[in-house]
């Protein structure tokens, strides 16, 4: 079973609307998690970096929620755009390895 | 300015053959890896090197043998490929310091390794 759990696996919304992806973890001790975006055909970029100390973090229209003590971590996307068509991968940091979740894939559709 | 740049983006080959990708960074960082993608999108370590030492080689077959020439390079060679060995393969370097201890990972955009 993969230490990273991420739901849904895919989803689809209508361009400016919201939606929100999980990642569950169960890896430990806990460093960091990260939350990176892949376009197709491109590699992951990272979007924002959550340590244990805090709750919430934004980058433009993405928030990225961490509740260190349940182990979850969510990706807000807000007002989505066609551009946000792409994967959303959780990676945790954790005893000096990354353990990476398998990934979201959202489609906006106008 | 491209930061980790692989060549080629595709490559199709026949089973049996040996092929290598290149990767090089530029953005003056000590660490760099190689990942695997599969077709269900999930990445998995291969390789990591930092300032030309290996440090981190997972359970990938001995058919696959990574080159850092110097820090911002970090090749990969494979011999007798295999239908398996179809996949994404990215490269990545890091900052600041390991991936595994917080740094943020750069990756190229991938190389499509298909065998026929």
């Known amino acids: 079973k993969n230490q990273v759990e991420q739901s849904p696996q895919s989803l689809i919304i209508l361009e400016g609307k919201n939606c929100t992806l999980q990642c569950n973890y169960t890896v430990s001790p806990f460093s960091n998690l990260r939350w990176y975006k892949q376009d197709t055909g491109r590699g992951p970029v990272s979007l924002t970096i959550m340590t244990f100390s805090e709750n919430t973090k934004s980058n433009g229209r993405y928030t990225a929620t961490l509740d260190a003590d349940t182990k979850q971590s969510s990706l807000h996307i807000t007002a989505s755009q066609l551009s946000d068509s792409a994967s959303y991968i959780c990676v945790v940091s954790h005893d000096y390895k990354l353990s990476f979740g398998a990934g979201t894939t959202v489609t906006v559709r106008a | 300015d491209t930061a980790v740049s692989q060549t080629p983006k595709y490559l199709v080959t026949q089973m049996g053959n040996d092929k290598s990708i290149k990767c090089e960074q530029n953005l003056g960082h000590d660490t760099m890896y190689w990942y695997k993608q599969d077709s269900k999108k999930f990445l998995k370590i291969m390789f990591s090197y930092n300032n030309k030492e290996l440090i981190i080689n997972e359970t990938v077959p001995n058919r696959f043998s990574p080159k850092s020439p110097d820090k911002a390079h970090l090749n990969l060679h494979i011999n007798s490929l295999e239908l398996g060995d179809s996949a994404v393969y990215f490269c990545?370097?890091?900052?600041?310091?390991?991936?595994?201890?917080?740094?943020?990972?750069?990756f190229g955009e991938g190389s499509r390794l298909t065998v026929l």
């Open positions: 990545a370097s890091s900052h600041p310091g390991l991936a595994g201890v917080g740094g943020e990972l750069f």
